[in-house]
């Protein structure tokens, strides 16, 4: 059975840090590629930071600079550190899984709610 459970959103000042995490279980994560998602009331859902297997990582312009993706294999978890937040930046946060090779999500966790006032 495979889950994907995030942690660590919560409410923040504009300007504060968060730093989520994604435990993965029922599967190795390290054989998928890694995204963390975003989506705000009203708005579509938007990908804010990727690692590939090999560790390479990607970032939308709107948080580059700012967020910082990483992973930890032996704990088969997924952190997305988050610096500078913004207001616009309130939104549910989202860890998912796919294979490398294709951009559809395979896994998708609950979400963590990210909140900044």
């Known amino acids: 059975h495979v889950q994907l459970v995030e942690s660590g959103g919560g409410s923040v000042q504009a300007g504060g840090s968060l730093r989520l995490s994604c435990v993965a279980s029922?599967?190795?994560?390290?054989?998928?590629?890694m995204d963390w998602f975003r989506q705000a009331p009203g708005k579509d859902r938007e990908r804010v930071a990727s690692?590939?297997?090999?560790?390479?990582?990607t970032y939308a312009d709107s948080v580059k600079g700012r967020f910082t993706i990483s992973k930890d294999n032996a704990k088969n978890t997924l952190y997305l550190q988050m610096s500078s937040l913004k207001p616009e930046g309130t939104a549910m946060y989202y860890c998912a899984a796919r294979l490398c090779w294709s951009s559809e999500t395979k896994y998708w966790g609950q979400g963590t709610q990210v909140t900044v006032s």
């Open positions: 029922g599967y190795t994560s390290s054989s998928y590629c």
């Open positions: 690692m590939h297997t090999a560790g390479r990582t």
